[in-house]
């Protein structure tokens, strides 16, 4: 027996190997090697000196304003993709016909095929002094300025992330017992009230995994706020692109990374203390 257990764990092993090997030399060295770089020094002609000092990490606040923008603008670009994503998960997971459902899917991931960089470039063309602006003024309204503004950021965001919303709604809705919710429309139920009361609790899990998701993506975005944002709305994405390819400061680049990445961490720690939190208070009123 012990012999079995031995060889089922090595060849459990062997099988996690690959994707272990894979973590540590492409997820766990590199953090090692930006946290080391972190407390350096920048050299005379940039880049990383050896030294242990805390000063770039006491010089965190010099950024304030790209950590203002970053924890501002992620969660409200993934409200903004909730807003719009749910009500079109709804719509496909409970109303569209099953046999459709897969065509509407495929619609949905198509932008995916398109590289973010080409999708942002029509935004500008679409944005800029030829786009709509042009047309606005051409029916009267006046001149507007839409490119470099919070609201065109706002757009972008929206228009490149909202795939990676809908889908776990979707998944989430899809899995709904729609026995219950015929069940509380025969109870006299209104619909609103079944929708609150039943159909939202339920899709809850899927909702906290997209926001999370493109919440954290959002973190070290740094696309769309250079391109729609005209760099004036910067995110810590900006700051990082600015620090290693730029000024070439790496500690201090390294010490924004290792503080981006302890609150991603303390976002999905957050998302998944909340998730089973509501999972098990769901479960205990079923029971």
Known sequence: MAKQNSKKSLVTGLLLAP??????????????????FSVGERGPAGGYTAAFTLDQYLNLPARAKAYWNTLIMAPVGALACLAVAYPFAYYLAIKVQEKRRMLLLALVVVPFWTSLLMRTYAWMYILGGRGLPALIEWLGFGDHILLNTPGTVLLGIVYGYLPLMILPIYVGLEKLDTRLLEASADLGARPVSTFFDVTLPLSLPGVFAGFSVVTILLMGEFLIPALLGGGKVFFLGNALVDLFLQSRNWPYGSAIAVSLVALVVLIMMATSALTNRLSGARQSELV
Do not use: G, H
Not at 19 to 36: G, T
């Open 19 to 36: 994707a272990a090997i894979w973590l540590v030399a492409f997820l766990v060295l590199p953090f090692i090697a930006i946290l080391v």
